[in-house]
């Protein structure tokens, strides 16, 4: 019996690694999740099997709710809401992890602990409990339930400080001194406090990395409790997903050209009022953007030869990815070269624009990532911008002072015309007015971006 499982844990391990792979192209991603979600399957079914698990009543109870709130919020929740769910329930398998261990601690003899058990303890309790809590504060902010603007305080800094300080101090105490239910209980305790220290102070902007960050936290504690257990199921799934989100977390950083630790303590986006094109934060007041209807818009679009498409928050917000499909629809019909131009961090997560261009069954050629969408912007008619702010903003290439100087953006002010779809000025979430709406060559549609493109759809046809 013991070899089988074995056997099934291996078949499930080759499963979540081909998945993975898979997932690295939006063309076979959702046959990846697919695959992965099979190996979730049969390394479920077959634990549950173990001879060693004495009653099943209280874990079927567990597969009834938990399935239930997975369908639920898979059918429930919007996309726009989907990075709230993901922070949501990578939260959850951190607490998991914690819990495990927790347990796995107190049903040992006392002093018959061994060292290498007790430090995995240690590190599945405590890393599971940051990502728990840290989680938690991610889903309050983006669903604005706490301000997403960083929370800072006086102090605040050393008192995170001396807060980690304690985190280390009695993990070590649970390694080698005679630790019982109070000592871990503070640990588990002080490492929540620490948790909603650490990504209190985190901006809005910032989120879709922070996401990231804690998903390989919460890889990290489920593959020391593999290690709490001796499941080598647990290990593999958890490195993978730690591995994966520490990749994932590295490339989004290098995409906003900003170091992790700026991530974690410059407080990005604290000050609205940073730098804009008056310097105040605030358009000129002898400054106006260039307003243009529906018809000279769908006009300029309907007779370009290249249009390059930039999504973004505003897009997501709207549910309007349909909307746009049936206009680049519309416009390759009459001849005109549609494509997609995908920021690494628009949106509110990682993949975030892929994802919902996929739901509408965008053709994954025409969608370009940023290094290979730039070039193109130069023989572009048309860039049509809908909700895109900062990723699209000048000031990060010419304004030193900016708070974005130095992220890599989209070059949409190198096509011959720029169309905004948006329903205001308003800055976006780094808190600076984009200088690209003040740029001659740019057109700005105020309005809800699915309305805007039904209106634009409504010209073309009408053309």
Not at 335 to 358: C, D, Q, S, T
């Amino acid at each position: 019996m013991s070899q089988a499982i074995a056997a099934a844990y291996l078949v499930s391990a080759i499963c979540f690694m081909y998945g993975l792979k898979r997932m690295g192209s939006p063309a076979t991603a959702r046959s990846g999740n697919a695959i992965a979600a099979a190996g979730m399957l049969l390394c479920v079914v077959v634990t549950l099997l173990d001879q060693r698990i004495l009653r099943f009543e209280a874990i079927l109870a567990g597969i009834v709710v938990g399935g239930a709130v997975g369908a639920i919020g898979a059918r429930a929740v919007k996309m726009t809401a989907m990075p709230q769910m993901v922070a949501l329930f990578n939260g959850m398998g951190g607490g998991a992890a914690a819990l495990v261990s927790a347990i796995e601690f107190l049903e040992a003899r006392p002093g018959e602990l061994r060292l290498d058990a007790a430090i995995t303890i240690a590190l599945s309790a405590l890393i599971g409990c940051i990502s728990f809590s840290g989680s938690l504060i991610a889903f309050g902010k983006l669903q604005a339930i706490l301000p997403g603007r960083p929370i800072v305080y006086p102090l605040q800094r050393p008192i995170n400080a001396l807060v980690f300080t304690l985190v280390v101090a009695l993990a070590a105490y649970l390694i080698v001194g005679p630790a019982g239910l109070p000592e871990l209980a503070a640990l588990l305790g002080v490492a929540l406090v620490f948790g909603v220290a650490i990504v209190l102070p985190i901006g809005g902007a910032d989120m879709p990395v922070v996401i990231s960050l804690l998903n390989s936290l919460t890889g990290l504690a489920v593959a020391a409790a593999g290690f709490v257990l001796q499941n080598n199921l647990l290990i593999i799934s958890g490195t993978l997903v730690g591995a994966s989100g520490t990749i994932l977390t590295r490339l989004m950083s290098k995409a906003m050209n900003r170091p992790l630790s700026n991530v974690l303590f410059g407080a990005f986006g604290q000050v609205k009022t940073a730098l804009g094109p008056s310097g105040n934060g605030r358009y000129p007041s002898d400054v106006s953007v260039r307003e243009v209807t529906p018809e000279d818009a769908a006009a300029l679009l309907a007779y370009a030869r290249r249009v390059v498409i930039v999504p973004g928050y505003g897009l997501a917000v709207a549910q309007a990815q349909h909307n746009v499909r049936e206009l680049a629809d519309l416009l390759q019909k009459r001849g005109v070269e549609v494509r997609y131009g995908i920021h690494p961090v628009a949106g509110r997560m990682p993949g975030h624009m892929n994802v919902l261009l996929a739901e509408a069954n965008v053709p994954y050629p025409q969608l370009y990532d940023m290094e290979a969408i730039n070039p193109e912007f130069p023989r572009t008619d048309v860039a049509l911008v809908i909700g895109a702010n900062d990723v699209t903003n000048p000031a990060a290439r010419e304004s030193p002072g900016s708070p974005i100087y130095g992220m890599p953006i989209l070059n949409v002010d190198e096509a011959a015309n720029v169309i905004v779809i948006k329903r205001s000025l308003a800055p976006g979430f780094a808190g600076i007015d984009n200088e690209l709406y003040l740029n001659p060559k740019c057109s700005m549609l105020f309005g809800d971006a699915r309305e805007a493109l039904t209106k634009l759809v409504a010209e073309i046809k009408a053309a």
